[in-house]
């Protein structure tokens, strides 16, 4: 195999189990957040807000793991 199938290999795998991980973590999150809004639905907006940014910052851990693919990709840094 050579080196540009072995990068090409790495981004998809880099890609997938980026998008696996944080579609997981989002719905375990979503799920919590409404067993919590169902206990105590005074606290609904409190949750809501950190819900929303805990839901930013794991599309950004994802989206950053999708640029450095990008660069592997295009920039090839290895000299493929």
Do not use: W
């Not at 839901?55 to 295009?74: E, N, P, Q, S, T």
């Amino acid at each position: 195999m050579t080196t540009l199938g072995l990068v090409a290999l790495a981004c998809g795998l880099i890609i997938g189990l980026g998008a696996i991980g944080a579609c997981i973590g989002i719905a375990l999150m979503g799920g919590k957040y409404l067993e919590a809004s169902a206990r105590q639905p005074e606290l609904m907006n409190t949750l809501q807000t950190k819900m929303f940014l805990l839901a930013g910052l794991i599309d950004a851990a994802f989206l950053i793991g999708v640029g450095i693919a990008m660069l592997f990709v295009f920039a090839k840094p290895f000299g493929a």
